[in-house]
């Protein structure tokens, strides 16, 4: 991933981080402030932690055994957690609604509402598997989502119908009905 996001622009420089992700986000110990889902050696986090140092919040990496095992040190130094995660299960950092399926580094008490993640972050994930598989990921990660606090991320290249001959492409958010059509139905 490192040597594909050399020379392009960061996900941070189109997508506003501190008004979306920061604003309204828990500020309590523990909490989560992003899941980098399939994030390889962590170079999103990186980013996100040198361009907003001082937010609250946990940042964690989720991928296979391997590059998380190769990443946890360097990313330790720069107070990003990792952890090692198949997305075809599903996701273990979640809201209270459920507590014996959290981390227990993830949960304060017993009796305060712990909101999950407040966003799950793929970047070039989806578009490595067909729709079917698509969908489960997506569906393994809808019950982690706090209604009303969470929200998906999803950074990937699009290609427009027609255009891939002629090298155009579009980068771009999509919301609600836009997205569920655009990730094969699943309904948020």
């Not at 330790?76 to 959290?102: C, L, R, S, V």
Request: hydrophobic content about 35%; some cysteine; glycine content about 10%.
């Amino acid at each position: 991933m490192a040597g594909y996001t050399q020379g392009r622009p960061s996900w941070l420089d189109y997508f506003p981080a501190e008004d979306q992700l920061v604003e309204g986000s828990s500020e309590d110990d523990g909490a989560v402030l992003l899941v980098d889902i399939g994030g390889g050696m962590g170079q999103d986090l990186e980013g996100f932690r040198k361009r907003l140092p001082n937010v609250k919040g946990d940042l964690v990496l989720q991928d296979q055994r391997e590059p998380v095992e190769r990443a946890k040190a360097s990313l330790a130094e720069k107070n990003i957690k990792a952890m090692a995660y198949d997305f075809f299960t599903p996701q273990p950092i979640k809201g209270d609604d459920n507590m014996n399926h959290i981390p227990k580094a993830y949960y304060i008490c017993i009796d305060r509402h712990t909101p999950g993640a407040r966003a799950y972050y793929l970047h070039s994930v989806l578009h490595n598997w067909p729709d079917s598989k698509c969908r489960e990921i997506l569906s393994n990660l809808k019950p982690a989502l706090t209604k009303g606090y969470s929200k998906l991320l999803i950074n990937e290249v699009v290609i427009r119908a027609g255009s891939a001959a002629d090298g155009r492409f579009l980068v771009g958010t999509a919301h609600g009905e836009e997205l569920a059509g655009a990730v094969g139905g699943v309904r948020f």
